[in-house]
């Protein structure tokens, strides 16, 4: 590795020297003005006069993002397995919009082009990368995906039976519910206590068997709460005991152990 | 039992063989593909056109389920006991409502027919047959199933009160409060924090009763969270091992523990 | 006591014998009787020519709970001791409305007397008469009773000031917020996460102040659940060990206990 | 310090004396009717003619604390501390809008002059400075402060994402969805279930993303409750009693232990 490559690995991979942890703060700052400059441009009542400067904006930050991309590459070991890894191919889709509007480029085709710059916003994610006190959230909700999963499968089918079921109730009175995958649209937006009301029932029967809706769904929805507190519980209730066995090194015993629970020696 | 039934019963009833696993999983593509046709058929603006082929769908997979059902009656040794169990009725709902609409079949009862049909969504049940890590969730619903009766009963009593209250103060001003039963029906959509918005209260103090049932409602709706989770927290809380170090007959070892962490011996 | 007082008492207040189980679910029925009927009667569409018998069901119903309260009265030692506890009240306030409307009745105060007459719904609390089981969220609520109120406290004061300034912001541009009362009932309808949607903020900076309300709101509103929740954890942890000491018949201790704590004595 | 000044700083500053306790009183209720006429003030349909009563009301209220205020700058010892501490600011805060009413007062500023007067309300943040019980609420939300964070963080994210893609999908058909704003607002709004229903999806994929977005965020919205859940349930796990047993060393003891339950010795 020469001695430019490994300036700019230090300024850009890592965080730990004065000059990377500015080169992040100025990532972290341009990502957000780009998402600023995004929702600025979807609303013309913000700034109408401004679009020639935000056209300016984002093209300035696109030919920034598109040399630290290419900067990337040059300077890793392995520069495919930066490519096709999660953070690279977020990269590649935080700069490509802005080029496809050039190439897609058209009078009838401009307002699709305009929804596939607005996928710019996935530049966002990059702010995952300093995000590191997640782990305890994300290991909770790792361990319980398997509750989850069969939670929401449940929710699934109860969100059919319902939804039909209120289908065959309310659709010769209501509008509203006008096919089942609009009933099944209205079970959601009830179940998770949403509740829009863009559709609601009108019929005493429909009331009720939504009153039923409401109140069991309520009881079942307390599982997913249920699953990721357990799972935080036992997390927490876990010893924080940090006692290491002098034979084999291993940490993780609990308060009143007295010999280690993996080599049986005895702990201080 | 002779081959064939036994052949049969292996592909049917068993999941554990390979030509058992592909038959279950026909099985679910068919429901989906059921449930899809069921969907496209109440809703004329997906396909307009399709309402011939989506009657075809619909008897082919009536049919083909229905050459299961009567094997299913055929192979089992009793057949009895297969017709009046959970899915053996779910296996006949699932079947029933296509040939009810030959026989109820006229110009005006078209829609119910359409309706009764709909109720093949049961078909969906079927999958439930397939989960199996359902168990804790299902067992800390079940040992909390009196407490969650107890706090629905409450929740009911507290709606009706609530329900008529309101009724009793909105109702000379507000025609959405034009009985108690849309009162009732008022006052789940509030308690369970859907809110529609479909009937709210309109007068000050209807405003200010709502806001007393909301905020007091949020504090007592957290009991089934409660609930489930202190379920779910014991279950995850218990030891599921059950290993004894032979030598001080101590319990509550890890899974991963090799050493009794109380008197250093190994374990078993 | 005289022989007939006493099997009135067995009868009316025991529910151990067989006449008294009896009469208490007659009791329950004639208590769903009423209340279905004061339902029907505040909704002239259910059935339109049911006033007569309606009025005719509502004072049988009325006439028995009067022979049945006089009886208590007449049976108990202590009659001012029963007037004047909960039950006492409650069976007083479930027959009384259908009197004062015979006194107040007349042309202009008819729909305050029918008001007066939905009072009767109390009658429903009877039934948690019969309630056993709930002791265990009653003991959950009333030990974090504490807790609940400084979080409730807190939740009002939140919904004081986020209500005004809402008031502030929305009030020249959305004739929704017309008042701070009004703002206050928006606030709680928000923080409870109701959202009926009759009031919703319109500008700018109202929709990202009422983004700002949600998003630390849900992080607020998840304290009820978690004291609930912690209070059940805690006590279904509580040991269900059974010993009695064999000294002070003292009950309640530990798993691991040899001694009696209460006392000293040796344990069982 | 002078006697009078030590009597009033027992009077203002002071709790435990009996006029302390008095003047504490009074200052709550006057806060609380200030509060009150502040609201009647923004509703002119409550008390139409009442306008002459309120201002009098706000001058003699925002009087009484100007001179409470500057009394407390007289008597405390290092002033400067008293008027830069939390309370100190709130104070002036609380007097200062009626104040900058007489200044800026003018026809066009009228409207914006009453919403400076409105921030009064900050007046009932003083109500917090007599609660005492919050503490352990408070710690386990400040101990949970940054799990709160990173979640929040991850909502943040989660909605600037979908509430661009809902942009994508219904601005062309939908004109609640009128900009990137506008559908960040509503994916707060879905996420936290408040679900207003001014701003609901219309396409039949917008529909169907909304559906995902609310089960999918239904299961991750129980973070924050897991999080202050499993704060609040290791902090009723710690063992507030720190007893130790003198005969035995042993400790653990509950609350209303007279003797050691391992020992069976006297406690202390």
């Given amino acids: 590795m020469n001695p430019v490559k490994r300036r700019l690995h230090q300024l850009i991979f890592e965080a730990d020297t004065k000059a990377g ?23 013309d009542t913000i700034i109408p006069q401004a679009d020639k400067w935000l056209v300016i904006a984002e093209w300035a930050v696109t030919i920034l993002f598109t040399v630290e991309y290419v900067l990337r590459i040059w300077i890793v070991d392995k520069p495919r397995k930066y490519i096709f ?13 802005t080029y496809l509007g050039l190439i ?25 990368r300093y995000v590191k006190e997640a782990s305890a ?21 109860l969100v059919t039976i319902m939804g039909t079921v209120m289908y065959i109730i309310e659709n010769p009175y209501n509008e509203s519910f006008r096919s089942i995958p609009e009933s099944l649209y209205w079970a959601i937006v009830t179940l998770t206590t949403v509740g829009y009301g863009d559709i609601a029932p009108v019929t005493m029967l429909g009331k009720f068997v939504a009153g039923l809706i409401m109140i ?8 997913p709460t249920g699953i990721v507190t357990s799972e935080l519980v036992k997390e927490s209730g876990r010893p924080l005991n940090t006692r290491v066995c002098p034979s084999c090194l291993e940490e993780g015993h609990d308060y009143e152990a007295a ?7 005895k702990l201080q």
């Fill in 21 to 43: 942890k500015r080169f992040d703060l100025f990532l972290i700052l341009l990502i957000l003005l780009s998402i600023v400059v995004v929702m600025i441009e979807s609303d």
């Fill in 85 to 97: 890894s999660f953070f690279g191919v977020i990269d590649l889709l935080a700069i490509l919009p």
């Fill in 104 to 128: 897609v480029g058209g009078s009838q085709m401009l307002i699709v082009v305009r929804a596939l710059r607005l996928i710019r916003i996935f530049r966002i994610l990059k702010l995952t």
């Fill in 137 to 157: 959230l994300w290991s909770a909700l790792v361990t319980s995906r398997n509750k989850i999963g069969v939670f929401l499968f449940v929710v699934l089918i």
């Fill in 216 to 223: 069991t769904g309520y009881a079942i929805i307390a599982v």
């Fill in 259 to 265: 010999f280690c629970k993996y080599c049986g020696n």
